[in-house]
């Protein structure tokens, strides 16, 4: 028997591997299912590629790849006789070891039920099957690589610790930084780079406070690179970024050991300019507090849970509820609400056949395969099937009511999207809690960038907004455009209806502060959902406001309306804030938002009789004294990363050939100048010197006029153009899409993905109702990467414009006193009643509460 055994692998032998180290085995779900060992059929596991797949899904990979040898892995689940748990009886295993590490329904592996796994080879495509472990019949090559896919650990288990703990290094400049004190306080809020006024990427300098601006990075990061080049001026070693500061700690990064580090004394150095980040509150996620204040959320975790109410559980198609897998509600409830509108369902859902036949040879780094396999899971009801009601009246009669969790909703779990959206991303990539519209702009970005070519989706939410800008001084005024995918609203505490009861609250706080004595019970201010929208389309200053009638600064104000409204409107309410310490802050608002809004007054009316334009002038460009000497041999010494260079020069490369790859792709790594290479290498000056293009190549009419500033300053730098061209995109396109993000290339590289040439003409087609507009769109007060901003000369962005009434149809609300805390609950309307989605539960909703939501979704109402 062995040596027929051993005669039947050997054709299949060199399909055969063992797994490496940092080969990932996929051996507790399916990539395009949430079958797993537990399922009916099991889990089929590649011995080549150590992907898992479903009964119904492996024959698809068999056709495809031609790999015959699969592991057959099956979990059996069984109750416990009567009597045997807790009576020391030992649970009965076969092959106890089968399943080293495996992630399933843990929940269910307790003392109530016991397991049985086996394991067996199957063969394709005649389905023989060999059960394990047969050490002595089969090969030593086959013994070895199937002990190694039975105890591999978990695909995802190998990724958390590590990129977090075992890479990041502490800083050896963290102990004895020296920390200068000039008195520089940095504010909570409206931070920009010292240098380019840029407002993302900011980092800020540990030693003197300065906060400048990082490298641009296709990561969504942009910047101009001015805090490197404060540490080269200065050799000050270390900087955290902004937007990362949590009481969990900051990304800190050092620029003379070239990587980012840990710093144990963050806390303190942010202390030295006003951040103070041991008050910050925290919350686990179950809701207890880690510390002794009062109890003011505690009303809104019952509230908004619906907690004392007996929920029914519903199930079937839509109501599959998703797994948390710690601090990843924030998560479900944005896949939730996104899978409830028929578009998502209809491009992912309704094309699955096609996405998974047509996926990558590992679907489990497919964004289209991804979504299509939670869309199925959420959809089908295959993963949310009612107790059958013999077997409820069978547990009742023996009173044992705790073996009914075995027949409670158990949810899919989403952690293989998770892995495959987060990934690169610092924040999302973590087990942090996070902030769910946030997560919901970076989806969008997604779903943009891999719908190209293809129906977006994405389209539903995108809308345009008209930006008014006046001069105070002159009336003059300025109407330009940009994309949004969400409003947000402020919460006005002053126009609480209950403002009275709020001031006598206050009154008594601080009496029980001074005499010791408990607080009272926290009074929720109670805000008019129409003051919300008062507060947002009110008349703002605009900072450092730069007058093209007067050419220079003076005082203005911006007013925003709704130049287009999307079919499905965002909305955001503003609840979190910073304190002047730091400390993130919950506003205790309940708004009165309404189930149907009429926002056609909000309508936008473009430029007005008896208004007078401000003049197309941009400002002048400002060099510091020490640069406006050497801004020329700038150009002629291009910055140029000479490690990156001779990298790419000792794999035989022509040592120009290298410097201008490293040029043209932005000193971005040896990895992106290596693909120019690929890509130029055949043409005639590969291996000539860089030459770089003079400013006399924007074209001589742009000095001829009298506007020829202003042409120049709206035209984009030809470097950038030259880096764009390099990549391989055309001129003309190029040069839209800088336009159409402030000449920021890594903008203008996610408008060129989301944008393709061939799209153009056919982007008037798409948009419904819409009037063409000449003015340019502007990229100001861009709330996230997903945002476009096209150029007046192009089509134009598709949206889906029609009346502004709508119908609310989902809410996503919070629990907790910050968005990096907490937990999230999402409320959907189905078949004209409520549905609470928490987590893995999913039943019916007694009493929504509205009020207490954090975004909104409203779907539009059809004319009639």
């Known amino acids: 028997m062995a040596a027929d055994l051993g005669e039947l692998l050997v054709p299949y032998m060199p399909t055969i591997r063992v797994p490496r180290t940092g080969d990932r085995v996929f051996k507790s779900e399916c990539a395009f299912s949430f079958d797993s060992p537990e399922s009916e059929g099991g889990l089929y596991v590649c011995m080549n590629t150590f992907l898992g797949f479903g009964r119904e899904h492996v024959e698809r990979h068999y056709r495809k790849t031609g790999q015959s040898v699969y592991m057959h892995l099956k979990r059996h689940v069984k109750e416990k006789a009567t009597g045997a748990a807790g009576g020391g009886a030992i649970p009965r295993r076969r092959n106890g070891k089968v399943f080293l590490d495996l992630e399933l329904n843990r929940d269910f592996n307790g003392e109530d039920y016991e397991y049985e796994d086996e394991a067996k080879l199957v063969i394709f495509p005649d389905h023989f099957e060999i059960p394990l472990p047969n050490i002595e019949e089969l090969p030593a090559l086959v013994t070895i690589a199937c002990d190694a896919v039975l105890n591999a650990p978990s695909a995802y288990k190998k990724q958390e610790p590590e990129s977090w703990e075992e890479e990041i290094q502490v800083s050896r400049h963290a102990r004895s930084l020296r920390q200068l004190d000039n008195g520089v306080r940095i504010p909570p809020s409206g931070w920009k780079c010292q240098k380019c006024e840029m407002r993302e990427n900011l980092w800020l300098n540990l030693t003197d406070g300065a906060v400048l601006c990082g490298k641009w990075f296709f990561d969504g990061s942009g910047g101009n690179g001015h805090a490197l080049e404060h540490y080269r001026e200065t050799n000050y070693p270390l900087a955290v970024k902004l937007d990362t500061i949590t009481p969990d700690g900051a990304d800190v990064y050092s620029f003379e050991e070239e990587e980012a580090v840990l710093d144990p004394h963050v806390s303190e150095h942010l202390s030295h300019f006003g951040i103070d980040m041991l008050q910050m509150q925290k919350r686990t996620e179950n809701g207890h507090h880690t510390d002794n204040k009062p109890r003011p959320r505690v009303s809104e975790w019952e509230m908004i849970q619906e907690s004392g109410m007996k929920l029914k559980e519903v199930y079937g198609s839509g109501y599959t509820g998703i797994k948390n897998l710690g601090n990843s509600c924030y998560l479900s409830t944005v896949m939730h609400v996104l899978f409830s509108i028929p578009d998502f369902q209809r491009m992912y859902v309704g094309n699955l ?17 991804q979504m299509a396999k939670l869309g199925h899971g959420l959809l089908s009801g295959q993963y949310s099937k009612p107790p059958m009601k013999s077997e409820l009246i069978e547990q009742v009669m023996k009173e044992e009511y705790k073996v009914l969790n075995w027949h409670q909703q158990k949810g899919i779990s989403a952690r293989m999207l998770k892995a495959l959206v987060s990934r690169g991303h610092p924040e999302f990539s973590s087990n942090r809690q996070q902030d769910a519209h946030e997560f919901l702009l970076h989806m969008i970005n997604l779903v943009e960038r891999n719908s190209a070519g293809s129906e977006n989706p994405s389209d539903v939410f995108r809308f345009l907004v008209e930006e008014r800008v006046q001069c ?49 019970e926290p009074v929720r201010a109670r805000i008019p959902f129409t003051a919300c929208l008062q507060a947002f389309t009110e008349p703002e200053n605009v900072p450092d406001f730069w007058s093209s009638a007067l050419q220079a600064k003076s005082a203005g104000v911006k007013t925003s309306r709704f130049a287009s409204f999307p079919e499905y409107l965002v909305v955001q309410i503003k609840k979190f804030t910073f304190g002047v310490d730091w400390v993130p802050k919950k506003l205790d608002v309940a708004i009165d938002v309404p189930d149907f809004l009429d926002l056609n007054r909000l309508r936008a009316t473009g430029l007005q009789a008896g208004e007078e334009e401000l003049p197309d002038l941009m400002p002048p460009i400002v060099l510091p004294e020490d640069t406006r000497d050497n801004s020329m041999s700038s150009l002629d010494s291009p910055e140029i990363d000479e490690a990156a260079v001779m990298q790419l020069a000792e794999m035989g490369f022509p040592l120009e050939a290298c410097r201008k790859a490293v040029y043209y792709t932005g000193n971005m790594g040896p990895e992106m100048a290596f693909n120019w290479i690929i890509a130029h290498m055949e043409e005639p000056d590969f291996a000539e010197p860089l030459t770089l293009p003079s400013m006399i190549d924007l074209g001589p009419s742009a000095g001829d006029s009298p506007t020829g500033a202003a042409l120049l300053g709206n035209s984009p730098p030809e470097e950038s153009i030259a880096i764009l061209t390099s990549m391989g995109f055309p001129r003309t396109h190029s040069i839209h899409a800088l336009k159409a993000t402030n000449n920021n290339l890594e903008r203008a590289l996610d408008w060129i993905f989301t944008h393709p040439e061939e799209e153009e003409s056919d982007a008037l087609s798409d948009m419904a109702d819409t009037e063409p507009n000449d003015n340019a769109f502007s990229n100001a007060n861009s709330h996230s990467d997903s945002t476009l901003s096209p150029d007046g000369d192009v089509s134009g962005p598709r949206v889906k414009d029609g009346p502004g009434r709508y119908e609310l149809f989902a809410f996503i609300s919070h629990m907790g006193a910050s968005t990096m805390s907490g937990h999230y609950v999402c409320h959907i309307k189905k078949e004209g009643r409520w549905v609470i989605y928490n987590d893995h539960k999913v039943c019916l909703s007694e009493r929504p509460p509205k009020d207490l939501g954090y975004i909104y979704f409203y779907h539009r109402l059809s004319s009639s």
Request: net charge negative; charged share 30%.
């Open 353 to 369: 056949q096609r996405i998974f036949d047509y996926s990558p040879l590992d679907p489990t780094q497919d964004f289209a395969t």
């Open 472 to 520: 105070c001084q002159t009336r003059r005024v300025r109407y330009t455009q940009r994309v949004d995918y969400c409003i947000q609203l402020p919460a006005p505490f002053e126009a609480a209806s209950n403002r009275e009861e709020l001031l006598a609250y206050e009154v008594k706080r601080k009496e029980a502060e001074e005499n010791m004595r408990p607080t009272p």
